[in-house]
């Protein structure tokens, strides 16, 4: 009775049986193999044919001619992509408060070319696309 007394106190303290630790190390060994198998299962699911998009993102220049940053501009331009690839209806929709980079984001965005690779039995379709473009101040020269 005395070794029973014992593991009960020892249990109450932190410790664990040699039962305890067994079981679980075992669930720790059948946990592993059952979520591989899950993600697994998940990527068998995957269309093997499915559609793919390739966009060609022209670098959005701010002119040199302009009046130069004092801080960083951001501008969220939207555009039209069509079937074709090409972009229409480019507009500003957030500003940078900055008409030159505003000017310099949508002539970007312009420029922009795409190529839709369609699902099996698909056809190309147009899409909208808005993209931030990011200006920053450029470097003093030193003197």
């Not at 331009?77 to 980079?101: C, D, L």
């Amino acid at each position: 009775m005395a070794a029973r007394d014992a593991h009960a106190v020892d249990s109450r303290d932190g410790c664990c049986s040699r039962t305890t630790t067994n079981m679980k190390t075992y669930s720790t060994y059948l946990a592993l193999p059952l979520a591989a198998s899950l993600l697994a299962g998940c990527a068998a699911f995957a269309p093997r044919d499915a559609a793919k998009l390739e966009c060609t993102m022209p670098v959005a220049a701010y002119p040199e001619n302009a009046k130069p940053l004092e801080r960083r501009a951001t501008v969220l331009v939207r555009a039209m992509i069509t079937a074709s690839g090409n972009a229409e209806n480019v507009t500003v929709t957030t500003s940078s408060r900055n008409a030159a980079a505003d000017r310099a984001a949508v002539d970007a965005m312009s420029r922009i070319a795409c190529s839709q690779t369609p699902a099996r039995g698909g056809e190309p379709y147009p899409f909208t696309l808005t993209r931030p473009f990011v200006f920053e101040p450029r470097a003093k020269a030193p003197r």
